[in-house]
């Protein structure tokens, strides 16, 4: 019997389990990828993409001083 998973459900599990693979860069680098594909389509995930690395680096020069 085959159970069809999704990638949403592939991603879920990856970050429920990232704690044991942190220092793994080829699990980080698949669980990057399946994020991508968590989303309806190409614009729903650049549009997260790039609030992402906003946030980043709002972050990064606040914490800067």
């Known amino acids: 019997v085959y159970k069809i998973v999704t990638y949403a459900y592939l991603h879920s599990f990856l970050d429920k389990n990232i704690y044991k ?31 992402d690395k906003f946030y980043r680096r709002i972050f990064e020069y606040n914490n800067k001083k």
Do not use: G, P, S, W
């Open 21 to 51: 693979f942190k220092d793994d860069e080829n699990f980080i680098a698949f669980h990057n990828a399946m994020y991508r594909h968590t989303h309806r389509n190409v614009n729903d995930y650049l549009y997260y993409e790039m609030q």
